[in-house]
């Protein structure tokens, strides 16, 4: 089966730890993307990466990083610096031409205390 | 700047039929996605309109019209399983081939027998 997949779906913190969220893709796409979801609101781009090896800062992405080292993984590391980390984060993954739908995956819940 | 509305809330019936409208002012303009959301779940892709008109697709349906920057989602004998969230999505223009989106806030719908 082909999919996107993060893991955990819940995670707990303590504040001043990093912590790092997986995301997997096996549709082969160049593209990927995190995104940060808080109750009540839209989707907010967090990172980006078209190609493998290359990525780029959405509109939030003080206190992450990021890196793509295969086509396959996006690793969203969400730092002690980001000030309110508690949040739904979600994957996505598209074909690179801009006419795709992004496909997402199940989504970490991550509770910082 | 960049803002996508939709409404908070709606309420429907059962074999209704609900229009969830989106309206946009984003710099550029290469497509507009509506995603459905389940409370705790991952987005899942309904339509993309680039052009104007109408899009059918089962019970749904999306609208576009780019000179009003505007959009709705139909959907027509609404069941149960319908209740979830409604996210609109633009996808930003430009040179760049880059499939970045900008989500409203999502509008939750409410179906009730």
């Known amino acids: 089966d082909g999919g996107i997949t993060q893991s955990p779906k819940y995670l707990f913190r303590k504040e001043g730890q990093n912590v790092t969220l997986s995301c997997e893709q096996n549709?082969?796409?160049?593209?990927m993307y995190w995104y940060r979801q808080d109750p009540g609101q839209g989707l907010r781009l967090i990172y980006y990466s078209q190609i493998v090896n290359d990525f780029q800062k959405g509109d939030i992405a003080e206190g992450y990083s990021v890196s793509r080292e295969k086509k396959e993984s996006f690793p969203l590391t969400v730092t002690s610096a980001q000030k309110n980390p508690t949040a739904f984060y979600l994957c996505a993954s598209s074909q690179a031409d801009k006419s795709y739908e992004q496909y997402f995956g199940p989504g970490t819940r991550l509770t910082v205390t | 700047g960049q803002n996508i509305d939709q409404p908070t809330e709606m309420t429907a019936t059962e074999g209704a039929i609900v229009q969830i409208n989106c309206t946009y002012q984003t710099s550029g303009f290469n497509g507009l996605f509506w995603y459905q959301q389940h409370a705790g779940e991952a987005p899942t892709f309904l339509s993309y309109?680039?052009?104007?008109g109408l899009e059918e697709k089962g019970r749904f349906s999306s609208f576009l019209s780019r000179s009003k920057g505007y959009s709705y989602l139909l959907l027509k004998e609404l069941q149960m399983k319908d209740s979830a969230s409604y996210l609109c999505?633009?996808?930003?223009?430009?040179?760049?081939?880059?499939?970045?989106?900008?989500f409203g806030q999502g509008t939750t719908l409410q179906v009730k027998p």
């Open positions: 309109n680039v052009l104007d």
């Open positions: 999505a633009v996808r930003d223009g430009g040179s760049s081939n880059t499939g970045k989106l900008i």
């Open positions: 549709l082969n796409h160049d593209a």
